[in-house]
């Protein structure tokens, strides 16, 4: 039995013929583009409204896109737990509705976008944030 499998010390080893497989380095090849594509949304974060301010409208915030790594031209669609003003422009107001909310509450709210690079192989990119109104 011991003619057919090599004793179990040795099982660890790799044979001789193989060894020159380990010394040799073989790169990962990830394209650029895949690595380096995001979308960062800026913009008004907290917001801080009096609690008869926020009885009498909304409150607005500002945001825009900057884009990395993808091929213009980019088609943006724009989503938000409040009324977006222009879903498709790189950079837009949400109204965020708190009417009702008392003095010391924060709301939270979500804003998101997903930009679309051109052509049949574009890339799509979402991001979100979260939002916090605080009422003072």
């Known amino acids: 039995m011991s003619a057919i499998f090599p004793p179990a010390s040795h099982l660890l ?27 960062i949304i800026a913009g008004d974060v907290r917001l801080y409204v009096t609690a008869s ?8 915030g500002h945001y825009s896109i ?13 989503n938000a737990e409040g009324q977006v003003q222009d879903r498709r422009a790189r950079s837009m107001s949400v109204a965020f509705d708190v009417s009702g909310a ?21 890339r799509v990119v ?8 605080v009422v003072i």
């Open 66 to 78: 900057e884009a990395a790594g993808l091929r213009e031209p980019l088609y943006v669609l724009w």
């Open 13 to 39: 080893q790799a044979p001789p013929v193989y060894s020159w497989l380990r010394k040799q380095h073989y790169p990962i090849s990830i394209k650029p583009a895949l690595e380096q594509s995001k979308v």
């Open 102 to 122: 008392r003095a010391g509450e924060t709301r939270t709210y979500l804003v998101a976008v997903q930009v679309m690079e051109s052509g049949a192989q574009g």
């Open 126 to 133: 979402q991001s979100g944030m979260f939002v916090q109104v």
């Open 53 to 60: 301010e926020a009885a009498l409208h909304p409150v607005i």
